[in-house]
């Protein structure tokens, strides 16, 4: 990876070669790594290696951007030329005001780990090979991805920004199946590489291989589900994508527009964003460099907030960027990347064990928005569903398709796990979402599939 001071230098002389009236430049350099395997052998070990520039300058209200993984000279210079002639072409922004400036407190974050940075092919090909191994003792086809990497980014402007930050990370997914069909799921990640737990999660998804045998079909209908946190963390990072950034509800496509201080989900139900937690996956700053700050967007139910880059800010008198920019050119505006839920003082047996009859869900998959102003959303259940009866966990169903509103379904939590866990969020190499394990009334399945 490259050294700070290196990197902040070419920014710098970048900078230098725009004669716009305000400039920004933002480097992303990513080494990563990934080993594959599936029917219980390694099949796959790639690494990349990629930096990149994007420019972008501002001529009064007329902004332009451009980018390139060239970074000779010749090549920065001709890329800073083409965000001009952009610029040159564009129609005035009539609610642009300005590229941030300088200023705010960055919060001093531990991002990067030695030992994952360092992380070798055939370290990751011993832990798949103790995955495999366990699959084979239990009779079952192994399938996942490891991943190790180095992630370097940073921001300068004409304005007095310059700042950068190293991340590391590591990322297991596992899917066994038995020959039938039935498949069990374990994922975890961390910037350190040591606090991937290979063999337990294999044993789980081994168990959910045993305990999804013989699967049964059950009519479409509601019920009372048990979700773990990769299903939670699945419709959290789905209110986030819909609604939970300004541009959203400047332009009125969030389910939060003309709701804020109102009643929006159950009382128990409290979301925030915090690039800052190192219970997450912290990011200090934005795309735009701008410090990030922690935002509730949800509390006791109660919609409270939701974030804002430099652009939207600048579209609200009296507003300030909170620090969620995206990379410019950037349509969608800005989102929060590292999601927390509330945790409760339940856990998963208890939910199963006060359940009459019901569906525990691992994960969802193919999850897509239907109505995003009633934030309803559809998907499958995958890789572990399951019937509870009489509060025991009886065997496993045939998977289901979901058609539900998160808004509706958060106001029908009976019970939240006191543990939680960061799973992927939006954007997995930068982010997370901590959210616990939940117990949910009358969630509304649609449709059944052939597929365990």
Same mark, same amino acid.
């Given at each position: 990876? *490259?050294?700070? @001071?290196?990197?902040?230098?070419?920014?710098?002389?970048?900078?230098?070669l725009?004669?716009?009236?305000?400039?920004?430049?933002?480097?992303?350099?990513?080494?990563?790594?990934?080993?594959?395997?599936?029917n219980?052998?390694?099949?796959?070990?790639?690494?990349?290696?990629?930096?990149?520039?994007?420019?972008?300058?501002?001529?009064?209200?007329k902004?332009?951007?451009a980018?390139?993984?060239?970074?000779?000279p @010749?090549? *920065? @210079?001709?890329?800073?030329?083409k965000?001009?002639?952009?610029a040159?072409?564009?129609?005035?922004?009539?609610?642009?005001k300005?590229?941030?400036?300088?200023?705010?407190?960055?919060?001093?974050?531990?991002?990067?780990d030695a030992e994952?940075a360092?992380f070798?092919?055939?370290?990751?090909?011993?832990?798949?090979?103790?995955?495999?191994?366990?699959?084979?003792?239990?009779?079952?086809?192994?399938?996942?991805?490891?991943?190790?990497?180095?992630?370097?980014?940073?921001?300068?402007?004409?304005?007095?920004?310059?700042?950068?930050?190293?991340?590391?990370?590591?990322?297991l997914?596992?899917?066994?199946?038995?020959?039938?069909?039935a498949?069990?799921?374990?994922?975890?990640?961390?910037?350190?590489?040591?606090?991937?737990?290979?063999?337990?999660m294999?044993?789980?998804?081994?168990?959910?291989c045993?305990?999804?045998?013989h699967?049964?079909?059950?009519?479409? $209908?509601?019920y009372?589900v048990?979700?773990?946190p990769?299903?939670?963390?699945?419709?959290?990072g789905?209110?986030a994508y819909?609604?939970?950034?300004?541009?959203?509800?400047?332009? $009125?496509?969030?389910?939060m527009?003309?709701?804020?201080?109102?009643?929006?989900?159950?009382e128990?139900?409290?979301?925030?964003?915090d690039?800052?937690?190192a219970?997450?996956?912290?990011?200090?700053?934005d795309?735009?460099?701008v410090?990030?700050?922690?935002?509730?967007? *949800?509390?006791?139910?109660?919609?409270? $907030?939701?974030?804002?880059?430099?652009?939207?800010?600048?579209? @609200?008198?009296?507003?300030?960027?909170?620090?969620?920019?995206?990379?410019?050119?950037?349509?969608?505006?800005?989102?929060?990347?590292?999601?927390?839920?509330?945790?409760?003082?339940?856990n998963?047996?208890?939910?199963?064990?006060?359940?009459?009859?019901?569906?525990y869900?691992?994960?969802f998959?193919?999850?897509?928005?239907?109505?995003?102003?009633?934030?309803?959303?559809?998907?499958?259940?995958?890789?572990?569903?399951?019937?509870?009866?009489?509060?025991?966990?009886?065997n496993?169903?045939?998977?289901?398709?979901?058609?539900?509103? *998160?808004?509706?379904?958060?106001?029908?939590?009976?019970m939240?796990?006191?543990?939680?866990?960061?799973?992927?969020?939006?954007?997995?190499?930068?982010?997370?979402?901590v959210?616990?394990?939940?117990?949910?009334?009358?969630?509304?399945?649609?449709g059944a599939?052939?597929?365990?």
């Open positions: 990876m *490259i050294n700070t @001071e290196k990197t902040l230098s070419l920014l710098k002389k970048t900078l230098a725009s004669a716009a009236d305000q400039t920004e430049v933002l480097f992303w350099a990513n080494d990563s790594h990934l080993t594959r395997f599936a219980n052998c390694i099949h796959q070990n790639v690494s990349e290696k990629n930096r990149s520039l994007s420019i972008r300058v501002v001529l009064g209200k902004i332009g951007s980018s390139t993984n060239l970074l000779d @010749e090549s *920065i @210079e001709n890329t800073v030329a965000a001009l002639q952009i040159r072409n564009q129609k005035d922004n009539p609610h642009f300005s590229l941030p400036p300088a200023g705010g407190k960055y919060a001093s974050v531990d991002t990067f994952t360092s070798t092919p055939d370290q990751r090909a011993q832990i798949a090979r103790k995955v495999i191994e366990i699959a084979k003792r239990n009779h079952l086809i192994a399938s996942g991805a490891l991943s190790t990497g180095t992630i370097q980014v940073a921001v300068a402007n004409s304005l007095g920004i310059q700042v950068c930050q190293s991340f590391t990370r590591g990322a997914k596992i899917v066994f199946q038995t020959s039938d069909g498949s069990g799921y374990a994922e975890s990640f961390s910037a350190r590489m040591r606090e991937i737990e290979s063999e337990q294999a044993h789980q998804a081994a168990e959910k045993a305990k999804g045998a699967p049964a079909d059950l009519p479409p $209908g509601q009372t048990v979700l773990e990769y299903a939670v963390g699945d419709m959290v789905f209110l819909l609604g939970f950034g300004a541009l959203a509800m400047q332009e $009125g496509r969030s389910f527009c003309g709701r804020l201080g109102q009643r929006i989900t159950g128990n139900i409290t979301i925030w964003d690039g800052t937690s219970c997450g996956m912290p990011l200090p700053f795309f735009e460099g410090p990030k700050q922690p935002v509730t967007l *949800i509390e006791n139910g109660t919609a409270r $907030g939701v974030v804002y880059d430099s652009y939207t800010a600048g579209r @609200e008198e009296g507003k300030s960027s909170t620090g969620h920019a995206l990379p410019a050119p950037n349509t969608f505006g800005p989102v929060p990347l590292n999601l927390f839920m509330k945790s409760g003082d339940s998963l047996q208890e939910m199963i064990e006060s359940t009459e009859r019901g569906i869900v691992t994960r998959h193919y999850t897509n928005p239907l109505e995003p102003i009633k934030a309803v959303i559809t998907g499958m259940t995958r890789d572990g569903t399951f019937l509870i009866e009489d509060g025991q966990i009886k496993g169903v045939r998977n289901l398709r979901f058609t539900q509103s *998160i808004l509706e379904a958060f106001s029908r939590v009976s939240i796990s006191r543990d939680t866990k960061l799973v992927p969020g939006l954007e997995e190499e930068l982010g997370g979402t959210v616990p394990a939940l117990k949910i009334e009358k969630f509304n399945f649609t599939t052939a597929a365990v």
